[in-house]
């Protein structure tokens, strides 16, 4: 009688579990012992070496489908997400724009005080809420008036130099009469040559240096800046630069058009000086001469600016215009 061969004895599963669980334990501690020159550490690089073509290439193969498991996923969103995405989008847009006004608002404003702290009188800013587009009056509104202290005559500045000067006030508002207006005058000089004219607009926009002799000399690109003569303008605040000189031999003066440093449609914040025109004349014509050694009321730039700023505006500026006969082409940034 034959015998069968026996069969081997299966391992139960149980038994490989507790094989598995306890070689696996040793290999970790071994892993964490042997340190990174290990023989474990070794093999794990070479097969990473080994592999990594492999994963490389099934995860450039994968990238088309994920990209079309994405397009599932948003095609299945409901339009209730999709409209509050859209909403939240709007939202941060509209704070990403009010954030960059308070950014610019800030920078002005810091501009500005950085233009009071070069005066020694008192000054309060307003904003600015109308511009006139008239071309006969170059004029603009503000927001404070006699309940803030402003007065008639009062210079307003802008951030970069002079804006003009305050003509008519309200409780609660005023009027600025715009250096580039036609009625406008203002005692200057060339930052230079010190030589000493008036500054005025005109009709057609151009704002000329009047009053500078054949003999002075003067170049595109000169400053010209307040000369504080007549007290109504503290002396030096920018006003703008020769843009082009124009003469003949039987002029008496040159023909000066300069160019403002001041854009008055680029402006929302003005800055008002507040002190009174005694404090004005004290601070900066002590002793201020004009180029050719005589004072500033032997200098008609005074008499014309003071005249101006109480109500003789026409007078004072009716010869400093610019010659009309010879104007060029061109209109100012300040208008």
Known sequence: ?????????KLSGGFLLILFIVLSIVLMTVWIREGASGPLHSVRSGFATITMPFQYAGAMLSRPFQAVGNLTANLGA?????????????ELRALVMQLEEYRQENE??????????????DSTGARVISRSADTWNRILTIDKGSSSGLRVGMPVLSANGLLGQIESVSQFSSTVRLITDSQSGVAAFLQSSRTEGIVSGSAEGLVYLSYIPLTATVQPGDVVVTSGAGGVYPKGIAIGEVASV???????????????ITRVSTYEEVLVLVG??????????????????????ENPASNAESSNSTGGSDD????????????????????
């Open 1 to 9: 009688m034959a015998l069968s061969p026996k069969k081997p004895k």
């Open 78 to 90: 409901d339009q209730e997400d999709i409209s509050t995405l859209t909403a939240e989008n709007e």
């Open 108 to 121: 002005r404003l810091s501009k500005m005080l950085e233009l009071a702290d070069t005066y020694s009188l």
């Open 246 to 260: 124009d003469f003949s031999p039987t002029d008496v003066y040159q023909t000066i058009i300069i160019k403002p």
């Open 276 to 297: 009174n025109q005694s404090e004005v004349k004290i601070n900066v014509n002590v002793g201020s001469q004009s180029s050719d050694g005589s004072t500033d009321q």
């Open 316 to 335: 004072a500026v009716s010869g400093s215009s610019g010659n009309p006969d010879t104007p060029i082409a061109g209109g100012s940034d300040g208008q």
